[in-house]
């Protein structure tokens, strides 16, 4: 876990899907009184409530089972017990949506929330950061 406190990294992947990962190390993270205070708007909703809506858990029954203790591979295959397992197709279509999300998403205003971000935290020069998995690694200082 990187020094600031910082949840994984939004590319990890469990079980193929990225996010998941991310998702309950937020979750441990708050907890523990570690997770940066900009993270706890957004806990169960944003990208948090997709990925528990693509496996068809709540975030409320999924945050009681982190809290239980186990690996995240464990965690996943509760989610697929108790909600649903997506096939093969259904991951990829879930990745390449997720690792796409802000980039040329104008129409939902994800792209210009991507930029209020960037502004935020002073990186608006920033045009390689085209995506929220790319501004969550240099925001959280995974990448210059």
Known sequence: MLPNSAPHSAFDRTGGIVYFARMLDKIRLLT????????????????????????????????????????DDEILAWCFANGCEPNDEQILVWNKFMLKRGWRDEDDGSTQELDAYKVASGLAHRTDLATFFDYYEVDEGRKP
């Open 32 to 71: 523990a009184g570690k997770l940066r205070a900009d993270f706890h708007a957004n806990l169960g909703d944003g990208f948090d409530g997709r990925c528990c809506r693509f496996l068809g858990v709540t975030y409320g029954a999924l945050r009681a089972r982190v809290l239980e203790g186990g690996g």
